[in-house]
């Protein structure tokens, strides 16, 4: 017998997700109000991700088993390609819903004629305590998210959060028909470019200002490092994004800052090599080329300057290790990317690092 298509398809990329996997498929499953499937793509774990998630017995439940690490951009594609829902929806493996936050969106996004619907969020401390993302009042006057608005607020080293933690929810035919995939490319990132994209090509984006995803941060969440190679590939794949795209002259404006904000990151993410590797000279010449970096240092660039040439030349420097140097399969959470938000403003990147 023909399966009805489901009103939703929920997608989880998961990567050694054992002790949340269980939570996020329970949250995806008590759904009200849809007909629904969720689909998990495993993403070569070595835990028993796999194995918990084929112990689950319920028909709404597909694995997807990959045959080699495609980090969280790969794995959320393979998912959405495996999908039949009319809309997609993203869920984190270590992340949970309200129960009827995918009835409530879709019935928005529908009655509004979008393309693409987001929501707040709540933060998930490891004691249970929550805190609201984004202001509601604010949210409630934003009715529509433009892309001129997004891009502006996908910015490095700014302290409030930033719209690409919002996890919107797709038409799936739209991503069909313009071809969006996440781009897998990109470790860091590749969330915000979908989205951006999506806008690009000319998706109308509603925001509901009520909370349905919940945002889980645990003891054990480190935020991910930002690296130089992160965001060289986030300027070319913003440099991809405008060659594909015609973009407005306000949107234009908005992208160009963005540009210059990731160079910036590029130039402090440079001059902080050069003093890890106690560079004196390259230090300079990168603080000459792009000062606005430097006010991004946690404390005067003379005083580490200063500090750097004091220090006496016997000092080894750090040692790099095969191990430490080789690749590693990507990471599928978020808490991997951002911290708590009571950190947030102390974080040398803010929140964007989650775009």
């Not at 795209?245 to 001059?271: G, I, K, M, P, V």
């Not at 106690?278 to 792009?290: I, M, N, V």
């Not at 708590?340 to 929140?351: E, I, S, V």
């Amino acid at each position: 017998m023909m399966q009805p298509t489901p009103d939703v398809s929920i997608v989880i990329a998961a990567f050694n997700a054992a002790d949340t996997i269980g939570r996020a498929i329970a949250g995806a499953l008590a759904q009200q109000g849809v007909v629904l499937e969720v689909i998990v793509a495993d993403d070569c774990s070595t835990d028993a991700t796999r194995q918990i998630v084929a112990a689950i017995v319920d028909p709404r439940l597909r694995l997807v088993a990959l045959p080699q690490n495609r980090g969280p951009g790969g794995a959320r594609n393979v998912a959405v390609d495996a999908a039949r829902g009319r809309w997609i929806a993203v869920l984190d493996a270590d992340d949970t819903l309200h129960p009827d936050r995918l009835k409530r969106m879709i019935a928005k996004a529908e009655a509004e004629g979008a393309q693409i619907v987001v929501d707040n969020l709540a933060v998930v401390s490891a004691d249970g305590s929550t805190q609201t993302m984004f202001d509601a009042h604010e949210l409630a006057f934003r009715y529509e998210l433009t892309l001129p608005a997004f891009i502006e607020s996908n910015m490095l080293f700014h302290s409030q959060h930033n719209f690409g933690y919002m996890k919107p929810v797709f038409e799936r035919r739209f991503l069909t028909e313009h071809d969006l995939r996440f781009d897998e490319g990109l470790r860091i990132g590749e969330d915000y470019l979908l989205l951006a994209s999506a806008l690009a090509a000319g998706a109308k984006c509603v925001v509901d200002p009520t909370v349905g995803y919940l945002y889980h941060i645990t003891d054990g969440s480190i935020s991910r490092v930002l690296k130089l190679e992160h965001v060289e590939a986030m300027l070319t794949a913003d440099a991809g994004f405008l060659r594909r795209y015609r973009l407005d002259a306000e949107a234009l404006a908005a992208q160009r800052r963005r540009r210059r904000n990731l160079t910036e990151a590029h130039s402090f993410l440079t001059l902080i090599g050069h003093l890890k590797r106690r560079s004196l000279a390259g230090a300079l010449a990168t603080a000459l080329r792009d000062p606005a970096a430097l006010r991004h240092l946690s404390m005067p660039i003379a005083a580490r300057l200063r500090r750097l040439k004091e220090r006496p030349s016997t000092v080894r420097p750090p040692e790099h290790s095969a191990g430490r140097d080789a690749p590693a399969p990507a990471p599928h959470t978020n808490k991997e990317r951002s911290t708590a938000p009571d950190r947030l403003a102390r974080a040398p990147f803010g929140n964007g690092t989650r775009p």
